[in-house]
């Protein structure tokens, strides 16, 4: 299962993922791990208030 798994998905995406026109192509490794020719950033619409409140029930106990 395992092996079918890298062969029949893996392979292909990271083919994709790290082409030459893929979405890292302004990816250049340098010294501190970033380069001065990143992408622009994608466009952002902060979620509206109060999606992401902590359930009533929620496990975790605030300090």
Avoid: T
Avoid at 1 to 12: G, N, P, Q
Avoid at 32 to 60: I, R, T, W
């Amino acid at each position: 299962m395992a092996r079918s798994w890298w062969r029949d998905h893996a392979a292909h995406h990271m083919d994709v993922l790290l082409s030459v026109g893929g979405p890292f192509k302004g990816c250049i490794p340098v010294a501190d791990g970033h380069a001065a020719n990143k992408l622009k950033a994608l466009p952002y619409d902060p979620p509206p208030n109060g999606s992401f409140e902590a359930p009533q029930d929620s496990l975790v106990q605030a300090a």
